[in-house]
């Protein structure tokens, strides 16, 4: 069943019948209107289109709804009273998917708005399915890929309709929240009709499974009236079993702080809405929306959304709870005589997040070199799957509405069993380290959704020597140094005698290609300094042997350099730093890491520490913003940072803290502002001077190609980056909106023009962005697009197949112009089909169809009068307008003594 509902001023124009096409290639349907009724305010009429469809396969298909019935004085299109309606949206049908419905607007889009105030409306979409939506601006439009002509939006700056926002500040500003739906114009500037249009996007599994798109019209009026403002909680999460609760405000504003004139107090009535919330799983206990009746006095109301949730709550996307508020002026104090009732529209999102799982313990077992978790049996239903992670050392994360491990924590997946499970024995592990673990739950789909993450648990297991040591002294491509420690065996009665043997390799972990110090180390050498290395470029790490009684007895795990990289951003310097080794280096007991820099022309003495960071709850990032430099930062100088690490084994028994350096790492601060976008003219050639005009000659073909020319000035306004270096050209033979809708970028070039030759069609979308000589592209230019104006495909009316070189064939009578493709047939005085031409290219090169008055078969035609129909493909900047169906007679005409066949 597809289903359109429509709502009318009542003011505007009549509702008549609407074209519904299906999008799989039937024909379109007509369909009456049924009249819902009116709205409460009496003045939007609520119209009813319905109309049952079998599509005949899976697939996705665009289902269209069509009529015209714009009203005449919108403001923000061209000629509105000959504009059509139409609205698209899209849905895949697809059996894995099982039934699926259509995401549903149920807030209806009437509310009005007032000069000088914030207007916010949301359209309550709701989805049975429980899938995640988005929300994204579109174009109002008149067709299948038409936009109405000159389409602005309200805050389009050739224009005054939107000049300042509520609280005075500039410029105001249209947007729609893509996650919450919030629609919002801040604020409009100029009474009017003004036409909206958005697309609700409706995901599942990541992947976009449909769209609805709504056309709305936003009525600005100016009247002394100030509607009421809604205040509602901040987004936040419930544990599953938790009951939330939340309070909600309407208050009537007295004057919009960008107002002139005082106005007096006008205690209206306020009405305060829950006007979409989402269904449940049964037994789940509905919300409750409680409204206080704090009224009179008039001009505040207050209500409480109340919700015990349960398991059968959980799932991956948000609840959205939507509230309005309305007030009800009345005459006597409308200083205007305005009936206008002006709103709020706010959303309240809730997620509700599974329970952590409980009492998880880790217990080593050295003998077997293992590690043993057991956790309580989990208390919620439909869970799924136990997700197990791991990390060496211990970190203090203690999530609030954060479900899962997120990355930043550190911890690895490592299994994940089924939820039923209460343990599972680690055998994935290297002696020497102290691993820690956390848990958390999965739920079944539809809903999804996972859980908050169990406490920590912590295991060590114990090795007979450790590496502690792997610092880079000296950064050079050829000369770099590093320090290597580690420590003796913990074991006394290993055999005798002692010794050790060292491996290097390059990388952050790994045993290929490695090289072995050729050392011979004793049982108290436990230190090395290794040179001739190029630690400027490269990662390496180090492994021991431990020889007891002149075999090898044990192995440290890897451990490698810090590496430091950096990156230039707007007006600072982003640091980042790894390392991967058998001790934690984000430990609650030692979590500070120290931050050095100079000045790249300064000697290595002259690193100044700068700044410390607390790792375990800002990672290994820091952002350096040049704030203990005197002036600040310089552009086009080179900054130099190491980083010093601090970690530990977290083993009693293990020296700590382990101090190691990362090596130098060198960056330019880089102009990292963008130029301004350029603004872009197109030149296209008149229709009267293109070539190919004139009869069409088979000897020499119709081979002439066209060019669009583009040209471009820089934007000279204060503000503007003028280090432009050259111009990226993108370009689309459709109507493109964004940068993102364009097929190619087709140049780059340095001067303010650029030809876009070799082409069989004109029609396009052109757009230009400038780009610095740091790299820096700009947005895109306004875009400019053209159509084939003056396509050409002409066929005669008569031929002559008689083999004397005079019109022989039959061909167009000029060549054509701008044809990608031809269907062409011809049917004798009885109707029968008697020849037929495809072309085969889909470029316009075959198309001149060069028939030679022989049937199908082969056979000569007698002379006579034949008819043809020709389905012309022309290349047009909109799908809609290509196809073209010609049809026509053709006069045969044959020597008397020429055989010939009916």
């Keep these: 069943m597809v289903t359109i509902i429509l709502y009318r001023d009542v003011t505007g124009v009549p509702a008549g019948e609407g074209l519904v096409d299906f999008g799989d290639g039937t024909d379109p349907r007509l369909v009456s209107p049924q009249s819902l009724g009116n709205t409460e305010d009496g003045l939007t009429e609520i119209l009813l289109y319905e109309v049952e469809h079998t599509f005949p396969s899976a697939g996705t298909y665009k289902v269209s709804y069509f009529e015209k019935n714009r009203n005449p004085t919108v403001r923000n299109m061209d000629v509105p009273s000959e504009t059509a309606f139409y609205i698209e949206s899209e849905f895949l049908i697809n059996p894995i998917l099982g039934l699926n419905s259509s995401p549903t607007l149920l807030i209806p889009p009437v509310l009005q708005a007032r000069i000088g105030q914030k207007y916010m409306i949301n359209a309550g979409a709701f989805d049975a399915q429980g899938d995640s939506l988005a929300y994204r601006l579109t174009i109002c439009r008149q067709g299948r890929d038409l936009p109405v002509q000159n389409y602005r939006f309200p805050d389009d700056p050739n224009e005054t309709w939107t000049f300042e926002r509520e609280d005075c500040t500039r410029p105001g500003e249209f947007f729609i929240d893509p996650i919450t739906g919030d629609l919002t114009w801040d604020a409009p500037n100029e009474a009017g009709e003004y036409n909206v249009a958005f697309f609700v996007d409706e995901f599942r599994d990541g992947q976009k499974i449909g769209s609805v798109n709504r056309d709305m019209q936003i009525i600005v009026k100016d009247v002394a009236n100030f509607g009421p403002t809604l205040t509602v909680p901040n987004d936040t999460c419930v544990i599953a079993g938790d009951q939330i609760t939340g309070l909600i405000v309407s208050e009537e504003l007295m004057e919009a702080p960008c107002a002139t004139g005082g106005?007096?107090?006008?205690?209206?009535?306020?009405?305060?809405?829950?006007?979409?919330?989402?269904?449940?799983?049964?037994?789940?206990?509905?919300?409750?929306?409680?409204?206080?009746?704090?009224?009179?006095?008039?001009?505040?109301?207050?209500?409480?959304?109340t919700w015990q949730t349960n398991c059968?709550?959980?799932?991956?996307?948000?609840?959205?709870?939507?509230?309005?508020?309305?007030?009800?002026?009345?005459?006597?104090?409308?200083?205007?005589?305005?009936?206008?009732?002006?709103?709020?529209?706010?959303?309240?999102?809730?997620?509700?997040?599974?329970?952590?799982?409980?009492?998880?313990?880790?217990?080593?077992?050295?003998?077997?070199?293992?590690?043993?978790?057991?956790?309580?049996?989990?208390?919620?239903?439909?869970?799924?799957?136990?997700?197990?992670?791991?990390?060496?050392?211990?970190?203090?994360?203690?999530?609030?509405?954060e479900t899962g491990l997120p990355a930043y924590t550190g911890y690895e997946k490592i299994a994940e069993v089924e939820a039923g499970r209460t343990s599972y024995v680690d055998n994935s592990l290297e002696r020497g380290s102290?691993?820690?673990?956390?848990?958390?739950?999965?739920?079944?789909?539809?809903?999804?959704?996972?859980?908050?993450?169990?406490?920590?648990?912590?295991?060590?297991?114990?090795a007979t020597l450790y590496m502690t040591k792997v610092s880079v002294v000296e950064t050079d491509t050829e000369n770099g140094t590093i320090d290597v420690e580690w420590t003796q065996p913990t074991m006394s009665d290993l055999p005798q005698p002692i010794s050790y043997r060292l491996f290097r390799a390059e990388g952050f972990e790994g045993k290929d290609n490695f090289v072995e110090i050729n050392q011979t180390f004793s049982e108290t050498q436990t230190s090395y300094t290794d040179t001739g290395l190029n630690t400027r470029d490269?990662?390496?790490?180090?492994?021991?042997?431990?020889?007891?009684?002149?075999?090898?007895?044990?192995?440290?795990?890897?451990?490698?350099?810090?590496?430091?990289?950096?990156?230039?951003?707007?007006?600072?310097?982003?640091?980042?730093?790894?390392?991967?080794?058998?001790?934690?280096?984000?430990?609650?007991?030692?979590?500070?890491?120290?931050?050095?820099?100079?000045?790249?022309?300064?000697?290595?003495?002259?690193?100044?520490?700068?700044?410390?960071?607390?790792?375990?709850?800002?990672?290994?990032?820091?952002?350096?913003?040049?704030?203990?430099?005197?002036?600040?930062?310089?552009?086009?100088?080179?900054?130099?940072?190491?980083?010093?690490?601090?970690?530990?084994?977290?083993f009693d028994e293990l020296p700590e803290p382990l101090l190691n350096f990362s090596q130098t790492r060198c960056t330019t601060l880089l102009d990292t502002i963008p130029p301004c976008p350029p603004i872009l003219s197109l030149m296209s050639p008149d229709c009267s001077t293109l070539k190919n005009v004139g009869d069409y000659n088979p000897d020499d073909p119709c081979t002439d190609r066209f060019s669009n020319i583009l040209t471009w000035v820089n934007d000279t306004s204060d503000g503007c980056d003028n280090d432009i270096v050259s111009y990226n050209i993108y370009y689309s033979p459709r109507l493109a909106e964004n940068l993102a809708e364009f097929d190619s970028l087709i140049g780059n070039v340095p001067d303010l023009t650029f030809v876009h030759s070799n082409l069989v069609s004109l029609?396009?979308?052109?757009?230009?962005?400038?780009?610095?000589?740091?790299?820096?592209?700009?947005?895109?230019?306004?875009?400019?697009?053209?159509?084939?104006?003056?396509?050409?495909?002409?066929?005669?009316?008569?031929?002559?197949?008689?083999?004397?070189?005079i019109n022989d064939l039959f061909i167009p009578?000029?060549?054509?112009?701008?044809?990608?493709?031809?269907?062409?047939?011809?049917?004798?005085?009885?109707?029968?089909?008697?020849?037929?031409?495809?072309?085969?290219?889909?470029?316009?090169?075959?198309?001149?169809?060069?028939?030679?008055?022989?049937?199908?078969?082969g056979k000569i035609i007698s002379s006579g009068t034949y008819f043809y129909q020709a389905d012309v493909q022309f290349y047009r900047l909109n799908e809609a307008d290509e196809k073209v169906t010609i049809k026509g007679w053709i006069q045969v005409i044959r020597n008397k003594d020429d055989t010939v066949i009916d």
């Design 434 to 462: 102290n691993y820690c673990y956390r848990i958390f739950v999965t739920f079944e789909d539809p809903q999804g959704g996972e859980s908050l993450a169990s406490e920590e648990a912590c295991a060590f297991l114990p």
């Design 263 to 305: 106005l007096e107090p006008e205690n209206h009535l306020v009405d305060l809405f829950l006007v979409t919330q989402p269904s449940l799983t049964p037994p789940s206990v509905s919300p409750s929306f409680a409204v206080a009746g704090l009224q009179p006095p008039l001009g505040r109301e207050e209500g409480t959304l």
């Design 763 to 805: 029609a396009g979308s052109y757009a230009v962005t400038a780009l610095d000589d740091a790299g820096n592209e700009s947005p895109i230019s306004n875009i400019v697009t053209q159509d084939n104006e003056c396509p050409i495909y002409e066929l005669p009316n008569a031929f002559s197949p008689n083999g004397d070189g």
């Design 538 to 650: 490269l990662v390496y790490h180090y492994w021991v042997e431990l020889i007891a009684g002149g075999s090898t007895f044990d192995t440290t795990r890897t451990a490698s350099t810090v590496r430091l990289e950096s990156a230039s951003q707007l007006s600072s310097i982003q640091l980042n730093w790894r390392a991967i080794v058998p001790w934690s280096i984000t430990s609650n007991r030692f979590p500070t890491h120290l931050i050095y820099r100079k000045l790249d022309e300064e000697p290595d003495e002259a690193f100044v520490l700068i700044d410390s960071i607390i790792v375990n709850q800002a990672g290994l990032t820091y952002t350096d913003i040049g704030n203990t430099l005197s002036g600040g930062f310089v552009e086009g100088q080179v900054y130099c940072y190491r980083v010093l690490t601090y970690g530990t084994y977290e």
């Design 312 to 401: 059968l709550d959980i799932r991956s996307e948000p609840y959205q709870f939507t509230f309005q508020t309305l007030d009800n002026p009345r005459p006597e104090n409308d200083r205007l005589n305005a009936q206008l009732q002006l709103g709020d529209t706010k959303s309240w999102r809730i997620k509700v997040v599974g329970p952590p799982p409980q009492n998880l313990q880790a217990e080593a077992d050295e003998l077997n070199g293992n590690i043993t978790l057991t956790w309580d049996n989990y208390s919620c239903g439909r869970a799924e799957n136990i997700m197990i992670y791991r990390k060496v050392g211990s970190f203090d994360f203690q999530p609030v509405c």
């Design 813 to 857: 009578m000029r060549c054509p112009r701008f044809v990608r493709s031809v269907e062409f047939e011809v049917f004798n005085r009885w109707g029968e089909s008697i020849y037929e031409f495809n072309s085969e290219s889909d470029d316009g090169s075959d198309v001149e169809i060069m028939w030679n008055g022989e049937n199908k078969n």
